[in-house]
């Protein structure tokens, strides 16, 4: 399985993309958030992913930068479905609040012509807390991250007999997520910038975490791999070296600072 960092900001950045995470394996391509826009398109372009092979998106939560990339996404499937090249169905999957909001807007600005695959061959799929279902053949468990900002869900997927990924969408570890998140192969964990940079972007204030507290709490949870996105931009030419730096003080294991389009193998 390959992990692609298709966005690796946060909310407000203007030299990279925002969060958008690409899973592949066996041509098919499991899409987690998808930005704040159409760049989603550029990305997938620069990637060299075929929206074709998209299967199955997930939303973790409705804010601008994770939400309003889907719409596009759902349009470019629609779009190639339209075109007799998309063959079989698409799903977009996350709690019923996200799913009852995509439903409405794209039902509302996607012309007739493409939306008409909406439930017919694109599906609209609500997952409560605890859930389970499958990406890419693999199992998966849905989870409430408890966000104290917008309804929120992270998931875990075990492949390769019983390794684990888990994704805790953009806001810090809670302990309630302790038994989704300990012993991960991979944690996927927003760090919106250094702790000695907190005085300056004030990540609290924003529900957000540094590079020190991701770093921290993965330590505790006994994760392998750690990987930190949704951060600022202001020195990305610096930022792999510079976060690397300050968490590998506080973290054992291996810690990827990717930049936009970086790829990993799991």
């Given at each position: 399985m390959r992990l692609t960092m298709l966005g690796t900001g946060g909310a407000?950045?203007?030299?990279?993309?925002?969060?958008?995470?690409?899973?592949?394996?066996n041509g098919s391509v499991f899409i987690t958030d998808c930005g704040g826009g159409n760049g989603i398109l550029r990305q997938l372009e620069a990637a060299r992913i075929d929206a074709g092979s998209i299967r199955q998106v997930?939303?973790?939560?409705?804010?601008?930068?994770?939400?309003?990339?889907?719409?596009?996404?759902?349009?470019?499937?629609?779009?190639?479905?339209?075109?007799?090249r998309y063959e079989g169905d698409a799903s977009f999957?996350?709690?019923?609040?996200?799913?009852?909001?995509l439903r409405s807007i794209s039902m509302s600005l996607i012309d007739a012509k493409e939306s008409r695959f909406i439930d017919e061959r694109i599906h609209l799929v609500s997952l409560a807390d605890g859930e389970e279902f499958e990406v890419m053949?693999?199992?998966?468990?849905c989870f409430d991250i408890h966000s104290t900002k917008a309804r929120q869900s992270g998931y875990s997927l075990f492949y390769d007999e019983g390794r684990k990924l888990t994704c805790l969408g953009d806001e810090p570890?809670?302990?309630?997520?302790?038994?989704?998140?300990?012993?991960?192969?991979?944690?996927?964990?927003?760090?919106?910038?250094?702790?000695?940079d907190r005085e300056l972007y004030r990540p609290y204030e924003k529900h957000h975490s540094t590079v020190r507290d991701a770093c921290e709490a993965a330590e505790t949870l006994g994760v392998r791999n750690l990987l930190l996105y949704h951060t600022e931009d202001n020195d990305l030419a610096h930022r792999k070296e510079r976060y690397t730096e300050?968490?590998?003080?506080?973290?054992?294991?291996?810690?990827?600072?990717?930049?936009?389009?970086?790829?990993?193998?799991?």
């Open positions: 407000l950045v203007t030299d990279c993309y925002n969060t958008c995470i690409a899973l592949e394996e997930f939303i973790t939560h409705r804010h601008l930068d994770h939400f309003t990339g889907a719409l596009w996404l759902m349009r470019l499937i629609a779009y190639q479905m339209r075109h007799g999957y996350g709690h019923d609040e996200v799913i009852a909001l053949g693999h199992p998966a468990v570890y809670r302990e309630c997520e302790r038994q989704y998140a300990e012993g991960s192969d991979w944690l996927l964990h927003e760090a919106f910038c250094l702790w000695s300050e968490g590998r003080r506080y973290f054992s294991g291996r810690l990827l600072v990717p930049d936009d389009l970086e790829s990993f193998e799991l």
